[in-house]
């Protein structure tokens, strides 16, 4: 990235809702740059759809992460209609909505794969690697190392970023069909993010709808039923959970049927037929006020 392009696509973004929104009845914006050129360009009904508390994602100490803090805080002060994606993010610090939309998935493409309850000689593992911390990437890592340091056959598929344990196997899954694969050569994937539990965590929803078994720090829709709860930066519980799953496959299998049948909700045109009613329903209310 080009320094300031950034800048330079907000910038682009604002003048064209200046000099174009008239032509549409609604504009979503769905990140919080973009909610600032979507509040100052666009003259239509303007929605924001809040996908995580942007603020906290920041974590380093720099003026430009604690400029990018304020940017991501003051947006959800703008006078634009929320919609957030997760319960919790309803009355989360200063965001308030009404409207709640999951994400959505293609579950033509995140279809699941049969399990089958037999021993495994060796477990595949996977998680989605990411380089902040508080994804927690480098805990399965750490999990993985304990089990090989206890003689356990386990091998680690991480999906494109690297884990600090360099015993990993580093892919590269190309779009969403290639990430459903990815998914579905798993034993079990592991999502331990630090941050904003209770949230929709994009890795737990498609491994559930590819019915692949859940060890997580409780995305929603994880709980103990459709999946394994562990505690925030806990290696040695992930390596915990994982042996159990060594010694008796089994147990993951109830889990795993009951995740995909709940992960339906998420279903793409469920979701976006929400999104649509909204849309509709502040379409009608314009048009109501035009004509009093």
């Given at each position: ?20 929104s008239?032509?549409?009845d609604?504009?979503?914006a769905?990140?919080n740059t ?6 100052l360009g ?29 940017i ?34 293609d ?27 508080w994804?927690?990437?480098?805990d399965?890592?750490?999990?993985i190392?304990i ?14 970023n690297?884990?600090d344990?360099?015993?990993h ?8 069909s290639?990430?459903?694969?990815f ?53 040695k ?10 010694n ?18 998420f ?6 037929q929400?999104f ?17």
């Amino acid at each position: 990235m080009r320094k300031g392009s950034a800048k330079r696509r907000v910038i682009g973004l604002y003048k064209y809702m200046k000099n174009n929104s008239n032509m549409y009845d609604i504009v979503l914006a769905n990140f919080n740059t973009t909610a600032i050129a979507v509040f100052l360009g666009s003259s239509v009904n303007n929605f924001y759809y809040i996908q995580a508390y942007e603020p906290g994602l920041y974590t380093a100490n720099s003026i430009k992460s604690l400029l990018q803090k304020f940017i991501a805080w003051i947006t959800y002060l703008l006078p634009l209609t929320r919609i957030v994606n997760a319960e919790i993010y309803k009355k989360y610090k200063n965001i308030r909505s009404k409207y709640v939309i999951h994400p959505g998935l293609d579950l033509t493409i995140y279809y699941p794969k049969d399990l089958i309850c037999e021993k495994k000689k060796e477990l595949i593992v996977g998680c989605i690697g990411r380089k902040e911390e508080w994804k927690g990437s480098n805990d399965v890592g750490e999990a993985i190392k304990i089990l090989h340091e206890r003689g356990y056959s386990v091998t680690l598929k991480v999906a494109f970023n690297p884990v600090d344990y360099t015993k990993h196997d580093l892919v590269f899954p190309d779009g969403d069909s290639n990430l459903a694969e990815f998914y579905r050569s798993l034993d079990v994937l592991v999502a331990p993010g630090h941050i904003q539990l209770g949230a929709v965590h994009y890795p737990v929803i498609e491994a559930m709808a590819c019915n692949v078994p859940v060890i997580t720090t409780g995305y929603y829709p994880a709980n103990e039923t459709n999946a394994f709860i562990i505690p925030p930066k806990s290696p040695k519980k992930i390596a915990e959970v994982l042996e159990q799953i060594i010694n008796d496959y089994s147990i993951t299998i109830n889990k795993a049927n009951a995740a995909n049948q709940l992960v339906k909700q998420f279903d793409w045109q469920f979701v976006s037929q929400k999104f649509i009613n909204i849309f509709w329903e502040a379409i009608k209310r314009e048009n109501t006020i035009k004509r009093s």
